[in-house]
């Protein structure tokens, strides 16, 4: 049985320790899915840097609800529409590296999209792929360990979310 993804306190407690007292920055995250009717698959994308496998995230704007952020996110990254929960599925902590080098650590609050349109064109079309994947292979390919916790968990009742 899956369990709702560790807290916020032991979450919080992991970035102290990885990163010492240096403060998190917000990130937001959409987890795109769509119901096949043979399960629940969920839409991954390329990093532009690393070409490694994530779902889309960006920083939220001024005033902006988190969730139509992460929305938007989706939209921009990867064309998607769909949507958005205002439930967050869950969080995770990673080290982000900005383009003078430094490392900051991000706290990124993941939301889930049901996903209902796919654009041919969109703006990051170039520099992106997308694929949807099972949530097992999903879980395979994403890199950090508390989104791939984040996908198991979501992808065991994704209704509960709606």
Known sequence: MLTRPTTHNHLAERVRR?????PCRLQVAALPWRDTGD???????????????????????????????AAREAGEEAGLRGTVSPLEAGRYFYAKMLSSGK???CEVLVF????????????????????????????????????????????????GFA
């Open 103 to 105: 490392e900051v650590p």
């Open 39 to 69: 399960g629940v698959e969920i839409m991954l994308i390329t990093s532009r840097d690393t070409g490694r496998w994530v779902i889309p995230k960006g920083w939220p704007e001024a005033k902006e609800p988190l969730c139509e952020a």
């Open 112 to 159: 889930p999209l049901l996903v209902d349109k796919v654009a041919d064109q969109w703006k990051e079309k170039r520099a992106r792929t997308r694929k949807w994947v099972r949530s097992s292979e999903a879980v395979r390919m994403l890199h950090e360990p508390d989104l791939c916790q984040i996908v198991a968990y979501f992808c065991a009742d994704p209704h």
């Open 18 to 22: 990885l990163f010492g007292t240096a």
